[in-house]
């Protein structure tokens, strides 16, 4: 079935250094990818909705400076977390709609833990 | 507000039974709506999609579409401790989740 990867699984950084974290939808092309955080025991919260070829749409209260997120192509999306700070640490989901529109599958998620 | 809500609260039913979870919507675009399931600690997957009226079952999962009510349920029947977790309904016009439901099969 259709997959997405997500990569690193886990990232250890420094407070103030930047992390970019990979999604990719290896099986079909996705026109839009989501990101996601979440901390734990907490919900999923929609960070931005990720368009391929055009600026991505952030969730209110979401920094767009510091969470930059790239789409150049219709199979990867990237998040870059840019000076980082241990509140940042959390789990960074994504997840791909297919082109059809009829289904949106989930990445492995990336552990993000800023030190 | 979110598209699609889910409105069941925490549910515990016992080993076989039938748990039955269910989200309504608002008519803004969604045609498609979507079920996950997340384990502590991973990433939600997919358990079934559904865009038409009616039903669809996959082994011991049903998805149920009501376009007139505007509602979206899930029913897992001969439910297994391995069930236990927290489900998400999503439409792929608003992929905002709240808290899900969460679910516990109990031995």
């Known amino acids: 079935g259709a997959v997405v990867s997500q990569h690193p699984s886990w990232v250890i950084c420094k407070s103030g250094t930047s992390v970019k974290i990979e999604c990719r939808s290896l099986d079909f092309q996705a026109t839009t990818m989501f990101w996601y955080r979440q901390f734990p025991k907490q919900s999923l919260m929609l960070m931005a909705t990720?368009?391929?070829?055009?600026?991505?749409?952030?969730e209110q209260g979401v920094e767009k400076d510091k969470f930059l997120i790239n789409h150049a192509s219709l199979t990867l999306s990237t998040l870059t977390v840019t000076s980082a700070h241990p509140e940042d640490s959390s789990f960074y989901i994504c997840?791909?709609?297919?082109?059809?529109?009829?289904?949106?599958?989930f990445g492995e998620g990336s552990w993000l833990t800023v030190v | 507000q979110k598209e699609v809500e889910q409105n069941s609260g925490p549910l515990s039913v016992p080993e076989g039974a039938i748990a039955s979870l269910n989200c309504t919507y608002s008519?803004?675009?969604?045609?498609?709506f979507f079920w996950y399931r997340q384990y502590s600690g991973k990433s939600p997957e997919l358990i079934m999609s559904?865009?038409?009226?009616g039903d669809k079952e996959d082994g011991r999962f049903t998805a149920q579409l009501n376009k007139a009510s505007q509602y979206v349920s899930l029913l897992i029947r001969d439910s297994q401790p391995s069930d236990s977790a927290t489900y998400l309904c999503g439409g792929n016009n608003d992929m905002r989740f709240g808290a899900g439901t969460r679910l516990t099969v109990k031995p």
């Open positions: 559904i865009y038409s009226n």
């Open positions: 990720s368009n391929e070829g055009s600026k991505a749409t952030y």
């Open positions: 008519d803004r675009g969604s045609q498609s």
């Open positions: 997840s791909a709609l297919d082109r059809a529109g009829n289904t949106i599958y």
